[in-house]
T-cell receptor
Framework: DSGVTQTPKHLITATGQRVTLRCSPR?????VYWYQQSLDQGLQFLIQ???????AKGNILERFSAQQFPDLHSELNLSSLELGDSALYFC????????????FGPGTRLTVL | EDQVTQSPEALRLQEGESSSLNCSYT??????LFWYRQDPGKGPEFLFT???AGEEKEKERLKATLTKKESFLHITAPKPEDSATYLC???????????FGPGTRLSVLP
């Protein structure tokens, strides 16, 4: 158990809809990262937050947004969903003496029908 | 732009048959190289962090090594429970995010 939690585990929705994925980092970690993993693309970095502020952006679509709250949990919002957004979404956190190492949560499997 | 490649794409071993997985990288200033193990449908599980050429880390049947251009994950006398996808990632000195390789899918047959 990495100490990173994600909810929900599974999400099934329709095209055009909007969903919110939630992540709680390890206790004391200030950085949260979001990744997308689809069958044909591997793990793709989306965005990083550090102590509530956006720190780095990867290949995140404009339809996607994220935020980190004062209690350090983070949410990833996906809107105007398309079939191609179906993937596993992982959250990772780092800090608290772990250096640069990122610890991953169990993921949310999103299926868009 | 940072790049990571891994080989082979897939590897089948008999139980007890040792082998090595390769991770080749191109990065403008390596901050760290990371190995993870991922089981199907699960989150990546941290294995090792390597920071400089010549560094080695060991854990049970796994040993990771690092040179200036590549890293190897050596698996000694593997068991079926070592079957998983092994991912390599690099972090450069300029950013916080990781760049992951595509992974090596390892199957260890009893």
């Amino acid at each position: 158990d990495s100490g990173v939690t994600q909810t929900p585990k599974h999400l099934i929705t329709a095209t055009g809809q909007r969903v919110t994925l939630r992540c709680s980092p390890r206790s004391g970690d200030l950085s949260v990262y979001w990744y997308q993993q689809s069958l044909d693309q591997g793990l793709q970095f989306l965005i990083q937050y550090y102590n509530g502020e956006e720190r780095a952006k990867g290949n995140i679509l404009e339809r996607f947004s994220a935020q980190q709250f004062p209690d350090l949990h983070s949410e990833l919002n996906l809107s105007s969903l398309e079939l191609g957004d179906s993937a596993l979404y992982f959250c990772a956190s780092s800090g608290r003496g772990s250096g640069n190492t990122q610890y991953f949560g169990p993921g949310t499997r999103l299926t868009v029908l | 732009e940072d790049q990571v490649t891994q080989s082979p794409e897939a590897l089948r071993l008999q139980e007890g048959e040792s082998s090595s997985l390769n991770c080749s990288y191109t990065v403008s200033g390596l901050r760290g190289l990371f190995w993870y193990r991922q089981d199907p449908g699960k989150g990546p599980e941290f294995l090792f962090t390597l920071y400089s050429a010549g560094e080695e880390k060991e854990k049970e049947r796994l040993k990771a090594t690092l040179t200036k251009k590549e890293s190897f994950l050596h698996i000694t006398a593997p068991k079926p429970e070592d079957s998983a996808t092994y991912l390599c990632a690099v972090q450069d000195n300029y950013g916080q995010n990781f760049v992951f390789g595509p992974g090596t899918r390892l199957s260890v047959l009893p």
